[in-house]
């Protein structure tokens, strides 16, 4: 773990974004996540990491109740949004979504144009007055996912059309047209090269000067260089979770140390 580079950046006066609580997450009789408890900072990258099956993606999903669509799935416990219930019953999981968004591990771009593809949620969100504003918002989205200048010229040729790391950060433009509060990333970078894996890295930085950022991955050193805080889990548990410094330097668990000096996983 010597060579990683790891920026040290204070952000524990950052305010609490997001709260959970005592969360737990069955699929079926299988209780894949136990009493898990986090507070997520505004204005900061937050890295799951732990071995394969230890409900990172599942944790993440609780997050904009993406969960809601599988219907094996119960979750217990509460998360708040600014210090609202994101279960109650009141709120519509898609304007949720629109605030929490999510990028996932494959690229699945909508069987539209690329410019569509990025349209698509301001549009339904009713975000834009005028066509000018909407073509400013697909622009800059995509110039911040990185994309814009290999797609400028065909907008309108189908986003499925695209090489799978194109299509990722398509699909990470799409996600931040709607100007979400949190992003979740679930393992945004496996589908890339290591260019373009930098230049999404770049930009999680990027975004979390106007939003909170969470990223599964199973990258220890990606985890290292993008995030601030680190949350360790392991078979279900949230085991340790802290600023990534001390997380990667100076585990207090015997099991997250295990896990990053490669002892299991
Ligand atoms: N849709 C589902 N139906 C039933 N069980 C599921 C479902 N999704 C996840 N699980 C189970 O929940 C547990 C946690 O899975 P999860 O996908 O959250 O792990 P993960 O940490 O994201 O793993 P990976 O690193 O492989 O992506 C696993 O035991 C998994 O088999
Ligand atoms: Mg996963």
Redesign the pocket.
């Known amino acids: 773990m010597n060579d990683m580079r790891i920026l040290e950046r204070d952000v524990s006066a950052n305010t609490a974004k997001i709260t959970a609580r005592g969360v737990q ?1 069955y ?2 009789e ?1 209780h ?2 136990k009493d898990v408890d986090v507070d997520i900072l505004s204005g900061t990258v937050t890295a799951f990491i ?12 609780c997050l904009n109740r993406m969960n809601d669509t ?1 219907a ?2 119960k979750v217990k416990g509460e998360i708040r949004l600014d210090g609202a219930d994101i279960y109650d019953k009141r709120v519509d999981p898609v304007v949720l979504r629109a605030k929490v968004g999510m990028v996932f ?1 494959k690229p699945n771009p909508f069987p539209k144009s690329i410019y569509d593809n990025v349209a698509y949620g301001p549009k339904i969100h009713g975000l834009t007055r005028s066509k000018t504003d909407l073509d400013e918002i697909v622009e800059s989205s995509l110039r911040k996912a990185a994309l814009w200048n290999e797609v400028k010229d065909r907008l309108h040729a189908p986003g499925t059309g695209l090489s799978g790391g194109q299509q990722q950060r398509l699909c990470i433009a799409r996600a931040i047209a709607t100007s979400p509060e949190v992003l979740l990333m ?2 945004p970078c496996s589908a890339l090269d290591p260019i373009a894996t930098a230049q999404v890295e770049e930009l999680i930085d990027e975004l979390r000067s106007q939003f909170s950022v969470v990223i ?1 991955t ?1 990258s220890m050193q990606q985890a290292a260089r993008v995030s601030q805080r680190t949350a360790f ?1 392991h078979m ?1 548990h949230l085991v340790e979770y802290g600023e990534t410094g001390q997380i990667f330097t100076n585990p207090k668990d015997p099991r997250t140390e295990s896990y990053i000096t490669g002892r299991i996983g």
């Open positions: 997450v699929y079926g299988s894949a996540l732990g071995p394969s099956g230890c409900g990172k993606s599942t944790f993440l999903r599988i094996i799935c591990q679930d393992e599964v199973h889990f279900g």
